[in-house]
């Protein structure tokens, strides 16, 4: 439902996610002069799209308040501390706790009981902004490429890997009975209007989280063929409880294939735009024609 308080909500909630996509070196200098305290209170403010959303729905309370209000300022405590412990950037098991939580949070839906109906994706968006506060502004992890300032070579990147990742999923997805051809042409305004929205809203959260993140810190751990592995296992898994109550194993399977395939688009220059542009394009041409 669109109302004003929706609305605002869920501008404050994209603030964070694009004001670090394009002006982070800025954001960077500007939380560094802050007091520590106030670095590590500060995303606090995240809470304020609950309190709109629940308040306009008569749907508040407190316990899912100081979730969303605590769960950020832990967050970037814990990641404070493992910058202090692991200033070269190896991977610090606070990095990897704080990732294995967010993940399984969304995953699992933990805290979508919160919000009212049809509006949980607040839920994924502001685990997201806790997130990209505590690893870009506090932890300062490098090599995220966490960079929505597109440019020509990550287009090229991404559609090379989407022209490597296709037949293949053409052949496994229809053997196995998983995609099924839709021969509808919906015109060129829905099919751009599926790829943006999933650009923002589900590639660039993903790949952000599962290469620039995960993909990142585990190559420091393992080097950069397990770390690809790895991850794209994880994120093929991560996959197997959608469209159904059981493990949907041909899901995982598809899903850790293109994992694959996204993360070579990232490692290869390091940049979340290349590997979302792959993502982006293999879900809207699933959700178009292969559903």
Known sequence: MITPANSIAALLTLIP???AAFFQERLVAWVEK???WSRLVSPAVLSVPYVLVNCAADDFHWGWFA???LLPVGI????????TKDTE???NWRDFLILAVLGLAVDLRWFEGGWPAHLAIFSKMLLLDAGIYGFLLIRRLDGTG????LRWRDAT???RELAWYTPIALVLGLSLGFLHVHGVWPGPAPIVEAWLFTFLFIAVPEELFFRGWLQNLLERRMGRIPALALTAILFGISHSNKRTAFFNWRYVLLATVAGFFYGRAWRQDRRVGASAITHASVDAIWSIWLR
């Open 34 to 36: 802050l007091p520590v």
């Open 146 to 149: 966490f960079d929505l300032r």
């Open 67 to 69: 979730l969303y209000a």
């Open 89 to 91: 950037q190896h991977g």
């Open 76 to 83: 970037a405590g814990l990641l404070w501390q493992a910058g």
């Open 157 to 159: 990147i991404g559609f």
């Open 17 to 19: 996610l694009l004001a």
